[in-house]
Nanobody
């Protein structure tokens, strides 16, 4: 099991940038895929981005492609989500999630471990 803690959320204006961090602990010696998801009030949890253990493969949701970048520093057990050109519709609670092994997964059901989330609010 991997324990995850998100940080870096906050209130920003449209067009601003934020960088979220996901700190992992626990079974971090084994490879694991990390995904970022978000959930706005009254909406389903939405896939944002994912990155493999090596960092060689990433995949993004259509709504964030070209604006968000996911990266990781395994020596620090950190995964980042750089969010640029933020829009009001990006407002949500952002979660990081992990699953063992490799691959690209966009469904939240494919992830085993979840953080508590961090709020991102973008004002117009």
């Amino acid at each position: 099991q991997v324990q995850l803690v998100e940080s870096g959320g906050g209130l920003v204006q449209a067009g601003d940038s934020l960088r979220l961090s996901c700190t992992a602990s626990g079974r971090t010696a084994s490879s694991y895929v990390v995904g970022w998801f978000r959930q706005a009030p009254g909406k389903e949890r939405e896939f944002v981005a994912t990155i493999t253990w090596s960092g060689d493969y990433t995949y993004y949701g259509d709504s964030v492609k070209g604006r968000f970048t996911v990266s990781r520093a395994n020596d620090k057990n950190l995964v980042y989500l750089q969010m640029n050109s933020l829009k009001p519709e990006d407002t949500a609670v952002y979660y990081c999630a992990a699953r063992p092994g490799g691959g690209i997964f966009t469904s939240p059901r494919r992830y085993d471990d979840w953080g508590q989330g961090t709020q991102v609010t973008v004002s117009s």
